[in-house]
């Protein structure tokens, strides 16, 4: 098949009109009394370049945010962090040592620490941070547990 190059040339851009420009001149057009030629040839330029068509609103499909499961959620407080490690414990999982003690990434200035506590079950490996507190202090002392505070 064989392709078509178009010849034609343009010799005089189209009238770029502001849509509000128009509209206002449409609107003034039946109000004001006839006035000059140049008044009236430009009035009609106008008119036959406007668009006078409706403003249609399609609907926009908007992707829906995946559905994160529950471990990913962001945890508050001590108490809650807190409460998962124990019951961590308590389903059998075990604390591997040292205790890694990090300046929490949520304070801007380093002034908070977390405990990160490695847990291991069998061959299966995860990580709890625990924000500092009395508990978790008192929980890592009562056991004796070894903590890491390199920076």
Partial sequence: ????????????PAPIIDLAEAR?????????????DSARSARTAVATCAITAPVLRLPVARPS????????????????????????LADGWEIVQPIFARPLWTVPDNSATAFNFVLRRETDTR???????????????DRELVVDYRR
Avoid: W
């Fill in 1 to 12: 098949m064989a392709r078509r190059i178009s010849t034609a040339r343009v010799r005089e």
């Fill in 24 to 36: 206002l001149r449409r609107a003034t057009r039946g109000s004001v009394s006839p006035a000059s």
């Fill in 65 to 88: 945010a995946p559905k994160t499961p529950a471990v990913t959620k962001p945890r508050g407080g001590v108490r809650h962090q807190f409460t998962e490690l124990r019951t961590a």
């Fill in 127 to 141: 990580l709890v941070t625990v924000p500092e507190g009395r508990t978790v202090e008192r929980f890592i002392r």
